[in-house]
């Protein structure tokens, strides 16, 4: 079955304990992409990547990194998550040439 | 850089009505693509309907269609005979390409909650 699966779906962390969020894709897309959804400001893309070790800042990359060893992975990583960054955090991916992102179930992470 | 503006916090429509949500959007690339997703409360994202910016026809997704036109830099989403499990938040999105400065970003309206009503 084609997904984008993420991992945990459920985190609640302390402020300052690094943390990673997985995500992974077994359509062999090649843009993969987090976003960041808060109640009234919608989806903001955080971080995308349109190949294997090619990155690029979305609109909100602050106080996140990512990385893109293979294709099928692309972690969301929080050296040191602060309160402000607690959301619902969404991975997808795609074959850019083509229309439809597939969206993961989502990760609601929540940072005390 | 790109834009994109949903006016719309709301609507509310009847069962089998139609209902047209709203969405324009502002990019200086030469070429991008317009999505909309639909998420229901239980909170996973679905892709309804794509148009990309050099399509001569508006797209068409079953009850969904979406009205482009291109000079008012407008992406609207019509749904036809609405259906009770129409109700759930709607978003436009715009990736953008090479070219324009936005390098396949994706960006997101703020969305619409559509209630469908007996």
């Known amino acids: 079955e084609a997904q984008v699966t993420q991992n945990p779906r459920y985190l609640i962390t302390v402020t300052g304990k690094k943390l990673t969020v997985t995500c992974s894709q077994n359509m062999n897309h090649e843009y993969m992409s987090w976003y960041r959804q808060d109640p009234g400001l919608g989806l903001r893309q955080i971080y995308y990547?349109?190949?294997?070790?090619?990155?690029d800042k979305g609109d909100v990359p602050e106080g996140y990194k990512v990385s893109r060893k293979e294709k099928r992975n692309f972690p969301l990583i929080l050296e040191s998550p602060s309160p402000n960054q607690t959301s619902l955090y969404f991975c997808?991916?795609?074959?850019?040439?083509?229309?439809?992102?597939?969206f993961g179930p989502g990760t609601r992470l929540t940072v005390l | 850089a790109q834009k994109i503006t949903q006016t719309q916090p709301g609507m509310f429509v009847q069962e089998k009505e139609a209902v047209t949500l709203d969405c324009t959007y502002d990019?200086?690339?030469?070429?991008?693509?317009l999505f909309w997703y639909k998420q229901p409360s239980s909170g996973e994202m679905i892709f309804l309907i794509y148009?990309?910016?050099?399509?001569?026809q508006n797209a068409t997704e079953g009850r969904y269609s979406l009205n482009f036109q291109k000079a008012r830099k407008s992406a609207n989403l019509v749904i036809s005979a609405s259906q009770l499990g129409d109700s759930a938040m709607y978003f436009c999105?715009?990736?953008?390409?090479?070219?324009?400065?936005?390098?396949?970003?994706?960006?997101f309206g703020k969305g619409t909650l559509l209630t469908v009503n007996p």
């Open positions: 148009q990309g910016s050099y399509d001569q």
């Open positions: 990547s349109m190949n294997v070790e090619v990155t």
């Open positions: 990019t200086s690339d030469p070429s991008y693509g």
């Open positions: 999105a715009m990736r953008g390409s090479r070219g324009g400065g936005s390098n396949y970003k994706l960006t």
């Open positions: 997808a991916s795609s074959d850019y040439l083509a229309g439809e992102q597939f």
